[in-house]
């Protein structure tokens, strides 16, 4: 059973719905974001897991963990969620966490990733699906497949052509996980 933590829009999770994985929980850091509009139109259940509503982080991250486990997951997707994940999630939650990066790894983490490949002025960005560990994009990397940078590219149309290979490889790397 997977779970998916979103902090937007929420395209790679209707990758994940799209693709018929057995999604049985939805969470965000932020109300009122289309991921959780997504996933409640598709009949999955959903939470918003705010900081501010608790004492401090680790307290938000094991109560995260503890209402993923209540619901059988598995496998947790990071899914553009925007927030590094704290000691106490992995010591509840477990290590089976997988993110999907718009850039190879270990060159290129963090929250900007394009922009960043862009004002290095490499040849080539890639979709990376890696394990989550408490760094910052420093986990292993399951699988990545290269994007050229066009001549003239800009953030957003390379993080367009970065976003339709990730709605592909991100669903096919969490059923092979899912089927292990």
């Known amino acids: ?47 918003v897991f705010d900081a501010a509503d608790y004492a401090g982080r680790e307290q938000r991250d094991e109560a995260l963990a503890r209402w993923l486990r209540e619901r059988g997951v598995e496998l947790l997707v ?29 060159a290129f983490p963090g929250s900007r990733p394009i922009e960043d490949v862009l004002a290095a002025g ?10 989550v560990d408490e760094g910052i994009d420093t986990g292993p990397v399951i699988r990545a497949e290269p994007v050229a940078v066009q001549p003239g590219d800009t953030t957003e149309t390379l993080r367009a052509r970065v976003q339709a290979v990730e709605h ?13």
């Open 78 to 106: 990071l899914a553009g969620y925007m927030h590094v994940l704290r000691p106490r999630f992995f010591e509840v939650f477990g290590r089976r966490v997988v993110n999907t990066h718009s850039a190879p790894l270990p």
């Open 1 to 47: 059973m997977i779970g998916v933590l979103c902090s937007g829009e929420g395209t790679n999770l209707q990758a994940l719905i799209d693709a018929g994985l057995p999604i049985v929980a939805v969470a965000s850091n932020r109300p009122g974001v289309r991921a959780l509009e997504r996933a409640e139109s598709a009949g999955i259940p959903t939470a």
């Open 122 to 131: 490499v040849p080539e960005t890639a979709a990376t699906v890696h394990w």
């Open 168 to 180: 592909r490889l991100l669903p096919s790397v969490v059923r092979e996980l899912i089927a292990s």
